[in-house]
């Protein structure tokens, strides 16, 4: 395990490897030092990506799941009690709302999600957290 977070075991990451070693070999097959600079500099910038990705789909789940709540505990705080039947009818409800809410408000999330994602940026530890344990 790097000290990013990001497994070099992972699957994404060595899916990518082979794909990279792969082209590297064809391109440049006769300089050998060449070959591991270059593959060592992608492979770096993978990573970093991968962790990136990562990092933003969790943040949108959190997003999209703390919209969620809030729907979901207006209309409970409005009705008072709900039976099973309501509820799961509400669970369906509001996760069509919650995605649909995500993708009328696309840019505000995409934005909200970088100013976190440069937070954690900054933090480490939390980063880390966050890709290990989320």
Do not use: C, H
């Not at 790097?2 to 082209?23: F, P």
């Not at 500099?41 to 809030?70: D, G, K, P």
């Amino acid at each position: 395990m790097s000290e990013t977070g990001v497994d070099d075991k992972d699957s994404l990451i060595q899916a990518m490897q082979k794909d990279l070693d792969r082209v590297l070999a064809e391109e440049s097959g006769d300089s050998e030092l060449q070959f591991t600079r270059t593959r060592g500099a992608m492979m770096s910038v993978l990573v970093e990506s991968v962790q990136t990705q990562r990092l933003y789909f969790v943040v949108r789940s959190v997003l999209m799941s703390l919209i969620s709540a809030l729907i979901y505990f207006t209309v409970v705080l409005y009705f008072g009690t709900i039976d099973a039947f309501q509820a799961a009818f509400l669970g369906v409800f509001v996760f069509i709302v919650a995605l649909v809410v995500s993708r009328l408000f696309d840019k505000q999330i995409v934005r909200a999600s970088k100013k976190i994602i440069q937070y954690l940026n900054k933090y480490r530890k939390i980063r880390t957290f966050v890709l290990k344990r989320l």
